[in-house]
């Protein structure tokens, strides 16, 4: 017998596992179905008799046909004998023909039962009716396999190309009539019957829904919701089935009558077949509750007697069943992992007898390496090695870990399971595969600086790489799709189109789509998968320019623009509906709205996807471009092209939006950490005040992950090529070095080369070293204990109090990158710190200078529109999620102008004696003028303006409520919609304005003066830190002095009084009832409106908070994809990008799978709690 070509032992060892795990899943599920339906009665249906032959028929496979397999692809060659084989091959036939024709059979079925009545039904169909059927159909297909043989026409004998043995046609003529006749009966004829007979089956049950929608009753109906739901799982069970049937078909008649197909393509047959032998259990149990209760029972061995007719409630089978819907999935990532294993073996692995194959290999030669002939990453320090790795390591560890965590709160809390969550878990599935294939053999790219892990490992690395590129904005897409339909459109309508079948559905038909395009342009021969040292990944590599083209217009359009484009008008439809329904009800004062179909909480999952949208905006926007740029216009920097690898960070990012802006995966992630519980949790009753103050507390921590976010980039943005020193520093210093070796070689100095300080006396030394120290302690202490006191306390959690908190984060930021520094400089008379810490000393100087402004004037605004506008303009404009945006946006933006001015070579960064800091300093007059142009306007005279306005008109209005206030002797003014806990407010940020001013514009001035006039007294610069400084640590003492609440907390923190937060407590507490009076006023609307709900509104609270929470997955995944597509079209078709911009690629992408647990977490509670139950297991 033929021999299969020789192969590599990792194509064998690929090859024999996947189809040895085939074996394995099919015989054990197939075993399961046929045990639950003998041990339970109820499942003995007259349509489960149709899926227990189906059952038989893949044990049959899984008995005669997959060890066979295993066997050939392990040996290479049929070891087992003659006799055998021609009981391999009848088996082989008749599992191929019996399968499709069953289907068939079933689709009848379900056909008669659904749209006939049960009269014309119990005609044609009864158990033994059914029995009698399927066994004539068998053996007539078994008589058709074995009288050709017998006769002669035919022959039973091994086929290397498919592994098993098969019937070879004797002679021409019977070839034709043969395949006539299998494909006419046993292929077309059933799948045209069951595409028939399901359409109308799918028909009667979507009027079924509409009619009952609107009637609520419906007694012209002849089925129950268990019918329709067994026609669901078996649309379901038809789908699989031609997935893997009719490309298995389309593949054997090619290899019939056109002539030599590929090894690698044949092969696909047998393992497509074989794997619709195996997932049919799978799907049983993921959509039928008493499969899945008797699995669940067979597993855990919780009885051995058979189950007879019980009676009684089963509301555990929601419970019990869900947790085979894991199984299922994991079988999914399985069979796409599985899937891909035959591509490696169109790497030269070719059959003597095909020019064709041959031929290819010759047209691929180039890419035909061995794996230490793979070209390596470019030469790099060991910091450089270090930083790049670690941060690698890093990503990877928080997607695995927080992508986990999301699969488990949805296996733990059944509440998680909505349909929109669907949408969430497909991501998060999406962003383990990337964890478990991509990242961790980047990690391993960046440490050894090569490829070390073969080329079998390369292609499954190349193939999840792309699949996780392309599938994640088209998850998206149908995400914003969804929430569209659901804030948008009606119940009816959103119910058509979307359930939790329906999108799992989807999903399949999506992710299949994507999966086999990847395989088709690679089986086809339009690309070859090959180690790209810039991507540190395995990537698709075009053979020809033709396809190199059309490739990217249709990925960049079917797989990146159409669903971007579909995300942003579906979230801009959500808004703006969202919008609508917010005005109305502010000026209707109601709590509840009849025309309105949606909650507060649809709301708020929409806003935070709006988050979600932008943040992957940010990340996948510029990925892209720098991808175009590197594809189209020729070389780029690999710094730039290593950014592309910072698409991780759209991966990392969710799951801390979620944690920000939803509370139920706040909660779940909260109890996760916390290990709150072992148990799973179960739907609760009662009030969650606790839950409310426990999701109070992350919004601080939000606040901060978000404001150092930028910081941290910018230590990424800034590294490039470095040649010598080895610095044994945090990976901060390593990007600061080398961006600073990059672009400022005139500024090489070592640091003991930097200008020292003049020579002071000794006393002078000591005035000025202490009360450094002084302010340093000061601001550090004060600035936390501001902190602290707005987590402990919830009632100072207020919109204008997250201003307070930016401003105590800016000088926090100052009291630890700036002040220490200052002190030691002014302690030794030179900077001592190195260069490294120069670079993170300057880029915080100048960003706490450009910031403490800017956050100054947008307080100034808000208390203008709380005091001069009316409640529904101060709304519109200011909450506290719109408040946290802003500052993020204003914060992100100023960083970006340092960096930008820094990376562009516009200006360096080095020791500047006289302020005793590290500063900016310009290469070029010209963009000395206009730096300084732009930053006095926009960042200290544009806000310094507004402020004075602002503070002008709250004074005027105050003033004129005073007067009024004293002319009436009334203690209330009808026309007032300010408290007296809102004046004391404003005149407190007076005082800390006043305060701001009295320290900022003498330093604005001096240092003016200093670089347009000339040399200045070295006292009257070094005021300038003193002033700035001065001012980063007064305003916690101004909080104290002027807010009660803030005091009190400062007495309670100083005096440790308690150890538990602050609650809302009640009684006579007279300062309380004057400072949260206009918070209670809030809260009592809160409260009346969740109190009296919306009749009419078919969307609850918690499809908003979802809503929010998917704003911001798809805000992060945007941010991170983005740039990465951009990188990937540069790198394409424009020709080399540096290493650095395109393995900045691969980081973007891997952080996109990193991040959306977390944002889980952060937004809903439900997550957040089973995480924490996760964790204290």
């Known amino acids: 017998m033929a021999d299969l070509p020789s192969r590599s032992v990792a194509l064998t060892i690929v090859e024999s596992s996947f189809m040895t795990a085939l074996n394995i899943f099919s015989l054990g599920g197939n075993i399961l179905v046929c045990i639950a339906v003998y041990r339970n009665t109820r499942l003995r249906s007259t349509t489960n008799i149709y899926i227990i032959a189906l059952a038989i028929s893949d044990l049959l496979s899984a008995i005669f046909v997959m060890p066979f397999a295993a066997g050939v692809l392990i040996s290479g060659k049929w070891p087992f004998g003659k006799v055998l084989c021609q009981i391999n091959a009848f088996f082989s036939l008749f599992v191929v023909y019996v399968s499709p024709v069953t289907m068939g059979l079933t689709a009848v079925n379900r056909y008669m039962r659904i749209c006939k009545s049960d009269m014309e039904y119990k005609r044609f169909f009864s158990p033994i009716k059914s029995r009698l059927m399927l066994a004539f159909v068998w053996g007539l297909i078994a008589c058709y396999i074995l009288l050709p043989r017998l006769a002669g026409v035919q022959r039973f004998q091994f086929v290397p190309e498919y592994a098993a043995c098969l019937s070879q046609q004797l002679a021409a003529s019977s070839k034709i009539a043969h395949f006539f006749d299998i494909v006419g009966l046993f292929f077309l004829l059933p799948l045209a019957v069951t595409i028939f007979s399901y359409r109308k089956v799918s028909r009667k049950i979507q009027e079924h829904n509409i009619n009952l929608a609107m009637t609520h009753q419906r007694r012209d109906v ?136 041959i031929e290819e290999k010759q047209s691929c030669s180039n890419n035909d390496n061995t794996p230490n002939k793979m070209a390596d990453l470019p030469s790099r320090s060991v910091a450089l090695t270090i930083v790049e790795s670690g941060f690698m390591i890093a990503l990877n560890i928080m997607s695995l870990a927080g992508n986990i965590m999301v ?140 396809s190199k083209i059309a490739h990217y217009f249709v990925v960049v359009d079917l797989f990146f623009l159409l669903p971007l484009a579909v995300t942003i008008f579906s979230y801009r439809k959500v808004s703006r509906k969202i919008q609508e329904h917010n005005i109305n009800l502010a ?67 969710n799951p801390f939006i979620y944690a920000g802006m939803n509370p139920l995966f706040r909660l779940e992630f909260k109890r996760i950490l916390h290990c709150a519980y072992n148990n799973k949790i179960r739907n609760e009753s009662g009030s969650n005040a606790d839950d409310n103050q426990q999701l109070s507390t992350q919004r601080t921590c939000e606040t901060l992950s978000k404001i150092s976010q930028p910081n941290f980039q910018y230590t990424t943005f800034q590294h490039c090529r470095l040649l010598g020193k080895d610095y044994s520093t945090r990976s901060l210093k390593f990007f600061l070095l080398k961006s600073d070796r990059y672009f400022c070689g005139n500024n090489d100095n070592t640091s003991n080369k930097m200008a020292d300080l003049p020579s002071r006396s000794v006393a002078l030394t000591i005035v000025e070293s202490g009360f450094m120290i002084a302010l340093n302690i000061m601001s550090l202490g004060g600035n936390i204990m501001v902190c602290i006191a707005v987590y402990r306390n919830t009632r100072l959690r207020s919109t204008t109090n997250i201003y307070i908190i930016a401003l105590a984060i800016s000088d926090l930021l100052s009291a630890i990158f700036l002040m220490p520094f200052a002190t030691g400089v002014l302690i030794s008379g030179k900077w001592p710190f190195g260069r490294v810490l120069c670079q993170v000393n300057a880029f915080f100087s100048l960003f706490a200078v450009y910031v403490s402004p800017v956050t100054m004037g947008l307080t100034a605004v808000n208390r203008y529109m709380r005091i001069c506008k009316s409640d529904m303009e101060y709304k519109r404009f200011f909450s506290p999620i719109k408040s946290r945006l802003l500052l993020t946006f204003v914060w992100g933006l100023i960083a970006g102008y340092i960096l930008f001015s820094r990376l562009a070579g516009l200006q360096g960064f080095q020791f500047v004696p006289e302020y005793a800091t590290c500063l900016n300093q310009h290469l070029a007059a010209s963009s000395k003028i206009l730096h300084y142009f732009v930053v006095f306007g926009l960042f200290f005279l544009f806000p310094l303006a507004v402020t004075i306005f602002s503070y002008r008109k709250v004074s005027r209005k105050i003033q004129g409520h005073n007067i009024n206030l004293a002319m009436t002797h009334q203690s209330q003014r009808r026309d007032a919609h300010f408290s007296a806990h809102e004046i004391r407010i404003s005149k407190s940020l007076f005082v800390i304005v006043f305060a701001f001013m009295l320290c900022w514009v003498p330093t604005w001035l001096i240092t003016i003066l200093v670089h347009f006039l000339g040399k200045v007294p070295r006292n009257v610069q070094l005021l300038c830190a003193f002033f700035v400084n001065l001012s980063n640590a007064i305003n916690p003492f101004i909080y104290a002095g002027m807010n009660p609440l803030f005091r009190l907390e400062f007495k309670r923190i100083l005096h440790c009084a308690y150890c538990n937060k602050i609650r809302n407590e009640s009684g006579s507490n007279t300062d309380y009832n004057q400072q949260g009076s206009s918070q209670r006023t809030v809260a009592f609307a809160q409260n009346t409106t969740q109190h009296h709900t919306l009749r009419n509104a078919d969307v609850s609270a918690h499809e908003i908070q979802i809503s929010k929470s998917l704003f911001v997955v798809v805000f992060a995944f945007m941010i991170c994809w983005v740039p990465a597509w951009v990188f990937t079209i540069m790198t394409r078709f424009v020709g080399k990008v540096p290493c650095n911009v395109q393995l900045l690629c691969a980081f973007f992408v891997n952080l996109s799978n990193t991040v959306n647990p977390f944002i889980y977490a952060g937004m809903n509670s439900l997550f957040r709690r089973e995480f924490k139950g996760i964790l204290h297991c």
Not at 594 to 599: E, I, L, Y
Not at 607 to 620: D, E, G, I, P, Y
Request: hydrophobic fraction near 50%.
């Open 222 to 357: 002849n089925f129950s919701a268990h019918e329709i739901r067994i026609s669901k799982s078996l649309f379901v069970v038809v789908f699989a089935f031609m997935l893997c049937w009719v490309p298995a078909w389309l593949i054997t008649i090619l290899a019939y009558f056109v002539g030599k197909v590929p090894r690698n393509v044949q092969l696909l047959c047998a393992f497509f077949v074989n794997l619709s032998n195996a997932i049919n259990p799978f799907i049983y149990a993921g959509m039928n509750p008493l499969f899945r209760l008797e699995f669940t029972r067979i597993l855990h061995c919780a009885y051995n007697k058979k189950i007879r007719n019980e009676s009684g409630s089963h509301a555990d089978y929601n419970q019990q069943g869900s947790k085979i819907k894991i199984t299922t999935k994991s079988t999914g990532n399985q069979y796409t992992s599985f899937d891909t294993s035959p591509l490696e073996t169109s790497l030269g692995q070719t059959f003597v007898s095909s020019p064709e194959i």
């Open 407 to 546: 699969c488990i709160a949805v296996y733990r809390n059944t509440r998680l399971r909505s349909t929109t969550n669907i949408y969430i878990i497909a991501l998060a599935i999406s962003d383990l595969l990337s964890a478990i294939f991509v990242m961790p053999f980047a990690a391993g790219v960046l440490i050894s600086g090569r490829w070390p892990f073969g080329r079998v490992l390369c292609q499954i690395n190349a193939f999840f790489s792309l699949f996780a590129v392309y599938v994640s904005p088209v998850t998206m897409g149908l995400t914003a799709v969804n929430r569209y339909m659901r804030i948008c459109k009606s119940d009816m309508e959103y119910k058509r189109f979307f359930s939790p079948i329906k999108s799992r559905l989807v999903l399949a038909f999506v992710w299949g789509l994507i999966a086999g395009y990847i395989l088709f342009s690679r089986l086809a021969g339009l690309q070859g998968f090959q180690f790209v040292p810039e991507y540190a990944a395995c990537l698709s590599q075009h053979l020809a320019a033709s």
């Open 587 to 653: 000026m209707t004062h109601q709590s509840q709205r009849r025309d309105a179909h949606f909650s507060a909480h649809e709301i708020r999952i929409s806003r935070s996807l709006f988050v979600v949208v932008f943040a992957f905006m940010l990340c996948w926007v510029p990925a892209w471009l720098i991808t175009i740029l590197a594809r189209f216009v020729g070389k780029v920097p690999r710094n730039v092209q290593l950014m592309c690898a910072f698409l991780n960070l759209s991966n990392t990012v």
